[in-house]
């Protein structure tokens, strides 16, 4: 497609239950971003993958949360066991990386989640 | 010294007037630094970028001053607009896959009609 796209837009959860949030880059894009936002606050960085490089996962809030991405395509964000304090918005974003020049972000428009 | 350092956290500017974001870097590594735009409910989007070999560029109403002794750049909104009111994000990048984009904490900027 032409953009990032992202599913669910929106997920209201119960405490403790798993959640799965997919996000489809730009084809081409070897670079993949996950970030949190909670309302009103900046980017939290959670995960970025590059090609078939190990990904970094330094952003990673605890052992809850994991990403994968298969190759250059898809990428399923999972929280286990999800806590209120998780209720945010999640970003993915995916970029070209050129050796050289802009390295410009493309953001989908965020999955909503809601942990009651 | 991966860290990228916005100011203000929020910014009240009335309509017409100049609305300035400024940010600071470490790593002298970093050749690419862009702001993006986020309105409420959307994903930030590329607003205008700019490379250390220049000192400002220019779109619009949109200007980035680079001060590359400084290691500072700037945002500056001329004739600043309601429309304006969003979120704005500083980042820079390196060249390359090994090093992700850092992005700024962001600044809320309202314009007062």
């Known amino acids: 497609g032409a953009g990032v796209s992202q599913s669910p837009s929106n997920k209201v959860t119960e405490k403790g239950k798993d959640v799965e949030l997919r996000c489809d880059p730009i084809s081409g894009h070897t670079a993949l971003y996950w970030y949190r936002q909670r309302l009103g606050q900046g980017l939290e960085f959670l995960i970025y993958?590059?090609?078939?490089?190990?990904?970094?996962k330094s952003g990673l809030p605890s052992d809850r949360f994991s990403a994968e991405r298969t190759g250059e395509s898809v990428s399923t964000l999972t929280i286990q066991r999800t806590q209120q304090e998780d209720s945010a918005v999640y970003l993915c974003a995916s970029s070209l990386v050129p050796s050289s020049g802009a390295n410009v972000l493309t953001f989908g428009a965020g999955s909503r989640l809601t942990v009651l | 010294q991966q860290q990228v350092k916005q100011s203000p956290q929020s910014l009240i500017v009335q309509k017409g007037g100049i609305s300035i974001i400024n940010c600071a870097y470490e790593?002298?590594?970093?050749?690419?630094f862009p702001w993006y735009q986020q309105f409420p409910g959307k994903g930030p989007a590329l607003l205008i970028a700019?490379?250390?070999?220049?000192s400002e560029k220019k779109e619009g109403r949109f200007t980035i001053s680079f001060n590359k002794s400084a290691k500072q750049f700037s945002l500056h909104i001329m004739d600043s607009q309601p429309g304006d009111s969003a979120t704005y994000f500083c980042?820079?990048?390196?060249?390359?896959?090994?090093?992700?984009?850092?992005f700024g904490a962001g600044t809320r900027l309202f314009v007062k009609a």
């Open positions: 700019i490379r250390p070999d220049v």
């Open positions: 980042a820079a990048s390196k060249p390359g896959g090994g090093f992700k984009t850092i």
């Open positions: 790593n002298t590594a970093f050749d690419y």
């Open positions: 993958f590059q090609g078939n490089s190990a990904p970094d």
